[in-house]
């Protein structure tokens, strides 16, 4: 399950970046201004993905090794991201649909 | 001053004074991660295993080595290439003679994983002295080395806890790094700072932790006293219990393959990577196969034999339990170690010390670049702001030329060369010091973007012909590694060359981009 809390770490990390507002005017330029309540489920569903893959490593690590895991997988998302809306942020919207696709795909397949 | 003012200025000085030492601290540290991969490229005469042999071959192997060189041992180990430890190796112990004053000592030979014989290899201390450096540092007494190691790390702690404090818009900013604008320095500290925050708060508190016995001695003096109530008390706690002591009278053991398929089957197909017997021989013999922790922190979970009868033994059974405390301080040591972690989290461990020296590093420059900009505005002295650009650079580059120093010492210095290890580690610091000399010689001569540009593209070439001066040297050029799946060799290589071209990036970039103080500072009237 490697694989899925990775992906839920990068989803989480994906919304949470488009629910602050100059993130999300360079990732999305045309896009609409969202009202507050759809910026906080924005953050809600963003830090559920966190709290989902940190039950998914507890379940599959144990609650040790897990947290370990979850501290790199955070980790190394964020940097994704950090990387991605500096050099890149049009690319935000993609990584958030393959992260989708990511995370539906590894759970199916239980990796 | 309000609080969260103090606190800014509380991060500052708590970061800059050590710093460096602390940068010092990340990036040796985080070498220690990859030891034995290091040590494995600084001994190139170790030749790769050509066939598939089995580990039950492998402990048949050492054991017939074993008896020849190690007939007194109280103990021996052997390391099997399995896993991670790219070693086949044997190690055995031999006790203190109080007749002849002999000490108990450990042996250690490598073996060629293809034929058993002993493998010849240089002196050197490999990843280890690296690893060493970072809290034991060089050339000084070691009480004086954890006191300041010690000293840094809780520095560290307050300026980790305090820029979590004075962040303002840690999670709107969480993602921040605007390239083109005067924030950048302050956006790549704070990124650096905040996005492996869990593991800087883990490293410099379990660091900390793990030198309190010696930094923080008056805490348990007064409660067990000085001298051999102190000694005592470290025994029982520090010490690995015997619970089973030889007892002179000879048996024969178990043969120890048949104990290691019958602890493969136990294991569920994890993998056993060392064999450990004590007081081989003896009636009390006890066998361990070491099998590699699937799940928790642990690196092991053996699984220990009584050697005669070869039934299960629990060490634990006898010995006294551990109390909560020395749990979490257990605890503690193994995450900061961090020996349990498979390849992709120890490369994840790697690259959060590597940004928490990019922490270290970017606060100095950033200091350095506020100070300027104050000095600009204000046209006030600037030999405070002279000295730290100097240090900044000797540290920030002069580090990693001297590690590459250190490379290239390994193969160039002659093999049998008496202290060669020292020579290697002397290398080091002598490079070490010529980084740190060069702005302080040149500074008159130059400005301080020519001085970062000299010492990038000295950084660029002496890694990136560290894969040359390997090919040049031994029979594990990176070719020939990549070809045979090598990829301990194959991997110090490419790394080389992603530093390389790092460094290459960085010199590009900063010819471009660092301001220089010498026009800035002779535009606002203010001498260097």
């Known amino acids: 399950m490697m694989i899925s809390s990775f992906s839920l770490c990068l989803l989480g990390l994906c919304l949470l970046s488009l629910a602050t507002k100059r993130n999300r005017k360079n990732a999305l330029p045309n896009f609409k201004k969202l009202t507050t309540l759809q910026t906080r489920i924005l953050k809600c569903v963003g830090f559920s993905c966190l709290i989902t893959s940190a039950l998914v490593l507890a379940e599959a690590k144990g609650l040790s090794l897990g947290l370990v895991y979850l501290g790199a997988w955070v980790t190394l998302a964020a940097l994704t991201q950090a990387l991605l809306l500096s050099y890149q942020p049009r690319g935000v919207p993609s990584l958030l649909v393959a992260s989708l696709a990511a995370v539906i795909i590894s759970v199916a397949l239980r990796i | ?528």
């Open chain 2, 1 to 528: 001053m309000s609080f969260r003012h103090s606190m800014t200025w509380l991060h500052t000085w708590s970061g800059l004074v050590l710093g460096w030492l602390l940068y010092f601290m990340f990036v040796t540290g985080s070498t220690g991660y990859f030891d034995e991969e290091i040590l494995r490229w600084m001994q190139p005469e170790i030749p790769l295993q050509e066939s598939s042999i089995s580990a039950s071959e492998f402990i048949e192997t050492a054991e017939r080595r074993l008896d020849q060189v190690a007939t007194n041992a109280t103990e021996t180990y052997i390391e099997l290439p399995l896993g991670r430890s790219p070693f086949f190796s044997i190690w055995w112990h031999e006790a203190a003679t109080p007749e002849t004053g002999a000490r108990g000592l450990w042996h250690n030979e490598k073996l060629n994983p293809n034929t058993g014989e002993p493998v010849i290899t240089r002196e050197t201390e490999g990843g280890e002295f690296l690893y060493r450096l970072h809290y034991a540092l060089h050339y000084i007494p070691g009480w004086l080395a954890y006191a300041l190691t010690s000293l840094a790390a809780m520095f560290t702690l307050v300026a980790i806890i305090s820029g979590v404090i004075i962040h303002r818009r840690i999670f709107k900013d969480f993602f921040s790094f605007r390239r083109h604008k005067q924030r950048s320095w302050l956006d790549l500290h704070n990124l650096f700072g905040v996005l492996p925050l869990p593991f800087h708060l883990m490293i410099t508190y379990s660091g900390l932790m793990l030198l309190m016995f010696s930094t923080m001695l008056p805490v348990p003096a007064s409660s067990y006293g000085v001298g051999e109530g102190l000694r005592a008390i470290y025994d029982e706690v520090f010490t690995e219990h015997d619970s089973r002591s030889a007892t002179g009278i000879s048996a024969n053991s178990m043969s120890t393959v048949s104990l290691y398929n019958d602890a493969l089957k136990r294991s569920d197909g994890g993998l056993i990577n060392y064999v450990a017997i004590k007081h081989p021989g003896d009636k009390n013999a006890v066998i361990e196969m070491g099998v590699l922790a699937n799940e928790g922190i642990e690196q092991h979970k053996p699984i220990h034999y009584d050697g005669v009868s070869g039934e299960l033994y629990d060490p634990e059974e006898d010995a006294s339990k551990h109390s909560s405390a020395k749990s979490f301080y257990d605890t503690m040591e193994i995450l900061h170690e961090g020996l349990f972690a498979r390849p992709l989290l120890r490369w994840l461990y790697f690259l959060s010390g590597l940004m928490g020296a990019g922490m270290m590093a970017t606060g100095s420059l950033l200091w350095a670049v506020n100070r300027r900009k104050k000095h600009t505005m204000s046209g006030g002295g600037v030999r405070g702001l002279a000295l730290v650009d100097r240090l900044n650079l000797g540290t920030i580059v002069g580090l990693p030329i001297a590690i590459a120093a250190y490379f290239w010492a390994n193969r160039l210095l002659p093999v049998d060369l008496a202290s060669r290890a020292h020579w290697e580690m002397n290398s080091l610091f002598i490079v070490w010091g010529i980084a740190l000399l060069h702005p302080f010689l040149r500074w008159k001569k130059t400005s301080l973007k020519s001085l970062w540009c000299e010492q990038l593209m000295f950084a660029t070439m002496v890694y990136a012909f560290i894969p040359v001066l390997n090919a040049a040297t031994s029979e594990h050029h990176l070719g020939k590694a990549l070809l045979q799946g090598d990829w301990v060799m194959a991997g110090f290589d490419l790394f080389m060359l992603v530093l390389a071209m790092c460094f290459a990036i960085a010199f590009n970039k900063l010819r471009r981009r660092i301001p220089n103080p010498s026009v800035e500072n002779s535009a606002a009237g203010v001498k260097v």
